[in-house]
């Protein structure tokens, strides 16, 4: 599909993300906010900021099933109302409850999430996705360039500042998207049909379960990037820029390529390319333990990120194209939770082979990420059946 073909709600979503992202400035923070004016110990801090985690994925897993069942536009403006105004809040509450109230927010601000994707996949037939899901994601990244700096000027003036900037930002979104996008836009597609069937549904499609396995599993090698990376580098004597450069060049060779390569593999089977950017994925992590210089890593990022650009789009886009137009969201939501499943999964595990070999924590994420590639090859047999 060429850009120019695609619905003015895409459009419009893709803007949203840009602007949230962008102003998403919490989840970059929060632990320092936490241990500085909130005054905790580090380990408690993380332990509420391992709840807000568990909302956010308790939001991808299951909030999906309200905007399927009562519509998605409603259910992302609810939600970004609710989220934002709880942002805003969050300088001023007793820290007790920011226990409840964090984890409240981050299941609000997935669940919109889940019914934005899904309100930009029933905007376009189904087998040409890949192009909407492609806008999307460049948005997303283009916020999160700019995000950090713009977060950093704020905590410099006020932690407080940067929740209310946060907060209003989301809601001012919300505003905008209750103008823009029009009240028949695609939303639940046949108010008609049966609802639930979601679990059915899935388990009757062997196929899926068994790409899922894949996508957790590539999830788990991708997010070592912001856990185990770091920590890698620093103990190789390797200055913290570096490290800001590898994210910032993966950052940038997905805003300039992610859109055009979608374009040009539009036509090609799924499986096939979410494979090999799975094997890419383990090509580029196994090359992270060659001996650490600037030209190995970088050139190591780079192999990673091809694989990232391959497979990311393509597999959301493929996942979206299996669900029936009632489902989209619970199938949104399925896809997100698991690809972000890492969040919770990547640092333990990571860290735990990192303290007791360090020197096989990449060859073990790089046979991870080909086994992940596995999956998908099988995944492809299942639905072939």
Do not use: C
Not at 77 to 86: E, F, K, P
Not at 142 to 164: H, I, K
Not at 321 to 345: I, N
């Amino acid at each position: 599909m060429d850009l120019r073909d695609l619905p003015p709600v895409v459009w419009a979503l893709a803007v949203a993300r840009f602007v949230s992202s962008a102003s998403s400035f919490t989840m970059l923070f929060l632990t320092l906010y936490l241990t500085g004016p909130r005054d905790l110990s580090t380990t408690t801090a993380g332990l509420l900021a391992g709840s807000v985690g568990v909302g956010m994925l308790a939001g991808y897993f299951t909030g999906g099933r309200w905007g399927d069942r009562f519509g998605h536009r409603r259910v992302l403006l609810t939600a970004s109302s609710a989220g934002g105004l709880m942002l805003v809040a969050v300088p001023f509450v007793p820290l007790w409850v920011l226990w409840v109230l964090l984890p409240v927010q981050n299941y609000l601000a997935a669940t919109g999430g889940v019914s934005s994707g899904a309100l930009s996949a029933l905007a376009v037939p189904r087998g040409r996705r890949r192009t909407s899901v492609a806008v999307g994601r460049a948005a997303s990244n283009a916020g999160f360039v700019l995000g950090p700096p713009l977060g950093a000027l704020l905590v410099t003036w006020s932690y407080d500042a940067m929740f209310v900037v946060d907060g209003l930002a989301v809601i001012v979104v919300r505003l905008a998207l209750s103008r823009v996008l029009p009240k028949d836009a695609p939303d639940v597609a046949d108010h008609d049909a049966p609802r639930g069937g979601f679990l059915r549904a899935v388990r009757a499609d062997r196929a899926l379960m068994v790409l899922m396995v894949g996508v957790v599993l590539v999830d788990l090698v991708y997010r070592q990037l912001y856990s185990t990376l770091p920590l890698h580098l620093r103990d190789s004597g390797q200055p913290v820029w570096l490290y800001a450069t590898v994210i910032a060049v993966g950052s940038g060779l997905i805003l300039l390529l992610e859109i055009p390569v979608t374009q040009w593999l539009q036509g090609r089977a799924a499986h096939g390319v979410i494979a090999l950017g799975y094997a890419l994925v383990g090509v580029g992590t196994a090359m992270f333990a060659l001996p650490v210089t600037v030209v190995s890593v970088l050139l190591a990022m780079v192999v990673l990120t091809a694989g990232e650009i391959l497979y990311k789009t393509t597999a959301t886009a493929h996942v979206l194209d299996q669900a029936p137009d009632h489902l989209v969201g619970q199938y949104q939501g399925l896809y997100t939770g698991a690809a972000t499943s890492g969040t919770l999964l990547a640092a333990p595990v990571g860290t735990a082979i990192y303290a007791a070999a360090p020197g096989l924590l990449w060859p073990v994420m790089a046979v991870v990420a080909l086994a992940a590639s596995a999956f998908v090859l099988l995944s492809r047999r299942a639905a072939s059946r």
